[in-house]
């Protein structure tokens, strides 16, 4: 069986994160492929990005915002990692590959099903040069049954897997949640399952094919509402910001703005009644329990905003505190990203990026006491480190620019004089 080489490439992280020594090649692009290999760099992983030419990962091409004229949306899905630009139309950009391949522990993508197939680097080819390779697949559907060979995307997700069914106001037309949550899960998943894949080659020294989907990222997110469908036979509908299974749990208008107040059982609610100078509430037989609040959710919404619109944000988050009730600001993006507490956890990070310069991204949402990530590269430019990766893997400098005269890579000084 091959054994991966224990001398690091050139370049290569040295950071000692829980899985440093893992080597993945990411041939995904956009969003829930690098959100994966995102994760894994950040744990330690050697992730080097695998673009394809001409262009390179298409978010490189969302035209805004950009930094210096650097693709924002590209920086912060894409730090952490090295990156090469690899035409794999041509026989030596195969050729590269595979002997990347030969060193690897891990490879995902997200072309359709059969694309890399039709290149001559599908599992059954890859599996073979290296046995140990995990294989991790992010596709819209899944690599079987009768919609394997459609596309995905976010939106279409979301709207396949009932999410915009039960997102919005009611009465309203559907809508999608704001943040792209299939896309994000879906690498989110694959991270998972690349990991525990990973386990079982320590093990067993077996790799094997991990397959995850945008539509199985949407309908993971459902547990709520399909235990309702699968109990009742009956499609939930949307709720606003209202929980589907108790109340009060919502966001309520403030004199400044909103708040999330979460009654979830009825201590929390018998708390909040006092709290709101009602305790008379606690004994009304329209929301003297769960049932009954969820019954008449429309009059119990109405009798705590008339009192909850005399006072603001902070006397309301300072007097639910107080009572042990769980309350919570309604964030924008800047507040959240600016507060004390994102900031203690480490979740926003600058790096310095040759091009962009100073730039702030989200840090590792997980933590580890003897094994801490670290964020400490920013994202490559096209074909960063060719030059770097190909010279670790026994290329000579005039191989290297005969490739690069073929356009069978590309490095920065080559695209930029192109």
């Known amino acids: ?94 050729e590269i590959l595979l002997r990347m391949v030969r060193d690897a ?128 036979g009956q499609s939930p509908a949307p709720t606003g910001s209202a929980h589907l299974l108790a109340a009060p749990y919502q966001a309520f208008r403030v004199a400044d703005g909103w708040i999330n107040i979460g009654g979830a059982n009825q201590a929390n609610w018998e708390r909040i009644a006092l709290v709101l100078g009602h305790p008379e509430w606690c004994a009304d037989a329209r929301y003297a329990s769960n049932t009954a609040r969820m019954e008449n959710l429309d009059s119990l919404v109405q009798d705590m905003e008339r009192v909850l619109i005399q006072y603001d944000q902070a006397h309301w988050l300072s007097a639910f505190d107080q009572a042990g009730v769980p309350v919570g600001p309604v964030h924008s993006i800047a507040q959240a990203l600016s507060h004390p507490q994102a900031k203690a956890r480490g979740m926003v990070v600058e790096l310095n990026h040759p091009e962009a310069g100073l730039t702030q991204s989200l840090g590792c949402p997980v933590h580890f006491s003897k094994t801490p990530t670290q964020v400490t590269r920013p994202a490559p430019m096209l074909g960063e480190h060719t030059r770097e990766l190909l010279t670790g893997y026994g290329y000579s400098q005039a191989e290297i620019d005969a490739f690069i005269d073929e356009g069978v890579v590309e490095t920065p000084k080559a695209s930029m004089a192109s």
Not at 24 to 30: D, G, S, T, Y
Not at 146 to 157: C, H, R, V
Not at 209 to 221: F, I, N, P
């Open 1 to 94: 069986m091959h054994r991966k080489s224990d001398v690091p490439t050139p370049g290569e992280s040295t950071h000692t994160g829980p899985l440093a020594g893992m080597r993945v090649l990411e041939l995904a692009q956009i969003m829930a492929g690098p959100t994966c290999g995102m994760m894994l760099a950040d744990m330690g992983a050697d992730v080097v990005k695998v673009e394809k030419l001409p262009g390179g990962d298409d978010s490189r091409g969302y035209r805004e915002p950009r930094v210096n004229g650097v693709s924002a949306p590209f920086m912060i899905l894409n730090r952490n990692k090295r990156g090469i630009a690899l035409n794999l139309k041509k026989p030596q950009g195969r």
């Open 105 to 232: 522990d891990v490879l995902t993508e997200n072309y359709r099903r059969g694309t890399l197939e039709k290149l001559g680097l599908g599992y059954d080819v890859l599996s073979g040069v290296n046995p140990g390779l995990i294989y991790c697949a992010v596709s819209g559907y899944g690599r079987d049954g009768p919609y394997g060979d459609k596309a995905g995307f976010d939106l279409i997700a979301q709207g396949f897997t009932g999410l915009m069914s039960i997102t919005g106001e009611p009465g309203r037309p559907p809508v999608k949640t704001g943040n792209s949550i299939a896309d994000i899960n879906a690498g989110i998943l694959a991270t998972v399952g690349i990991i525990a894949a990973y386990v079982h080659k320590l093990r067993t020294g077996e790799g094997q094919v991990v397959d995850t989907s945008l539509m199985e990222a949407g309908l993971q997110q459902t547990y709520w509402h399909a235990a309702m469908y699968f109990a009742t």
